[in-house]
Structures are given as structure tokens and as C-alpha cells.
């Protein structure tokens, strides 16, 4: 019995939610896209600075 009312009360709440736009979704994962790029090329630089740094300084 606990296991049917918590499925009614999943279906409940699902009726609530609030889906966002294919133009929200576009813009969000433009976003999250763009971000991780430019992580990936400033540690990526960061990490080539370092090692040319101590590559020079061992030298």
C-alpha cells in the first residue's frame, strides 16, 4: 500500500514540474558548452606555463 500512494504522489508532483523551453535548453547547454572550452584552454595554458617554467628553471 505505501508503495502505490508514493507512486500516486510521484505522479502528483511530476504534474508540477515545470519543463523548461527547446530556447532555454539551447541557451543552457550553449552556456555549459562555452564554459568547459574555455576551462579546457586556461588549464591547458596553465598547465604549459607551469611546465615550461619548471622545465626552464631545472635547466
Known amino acids: 500500500m505505501h508503495l502505490i500512494r508514493f507512486f500516486k504522489s510521484v505522479g502528483k ?3 508540477l514540474v515545470v519543463w523548461p523551453t ?3 535548453n ?3 547547454t550553449t552556456v555549459v ?3 568547459t572550452i574555455f576551462f579546457i ?3 591547458a595554458l596553465f ?3 607551469i611546465e ?3 622545465l626552464a628553471f631545472v635547466r
Open 13 to 15: 508532483e511530476m504534474k
Open 26 to 28: 539551447r541557451r543552457d
Open 33 to 35: 558548452l562555452s564554459l
Open 22 to 24: 527547446a530556447k532555454e
Open 52 to 54: 615550461s617554467g619548471l
Open 41 to 43: 584552454l586556461f588549464f
Open 47 to 49: 598547465d604549459w606555463l
